[in-house]
């Protein structure tokens, strides 16, 4: 799998989990200690997500972090 394909499997599935808690993405934004920009950015795979901010996302959705990578 090429890194932009990673990328935008991992901001969609961000996007659905974070839908899925009725989490707007200004809300999260701000609970990510982030702007609306970035988070927006991130969903739609535009930019690469580190593992810190992987953790901090699971921890905030309360799953765990497997969860941000099982689209299937």
């Known amino acids: 799998m090429q890194q932009k394909e990673l990328q935008v499997k991992i901001g969609k599935q961000i996007a659905k ?3 899925q808690k009725k989490l707007s993405q200004v809300d999260f ?4 200690d ?3 920009q ?4 991130l969903e739609k795979g535009k930019t690469n997500v580190t593992i810190g ?3 901090q996302i ?4 309360d799953i765990p972090i497997q969860k941000l990578l099982d689209w299937d």
């Open 29 to 32: 934004a701000y609970m990510l």
């Open 58 to 61: 699971a921890k905030l959705l």
């Open 17 to 19: 989990l974070r839908k």
């Open 53 to 55: 901010t992987l953790n």
């Open 38 to 41: 970035n988070l927006n950015r």
């Open 34 to 36: 982030k702007d609306k």
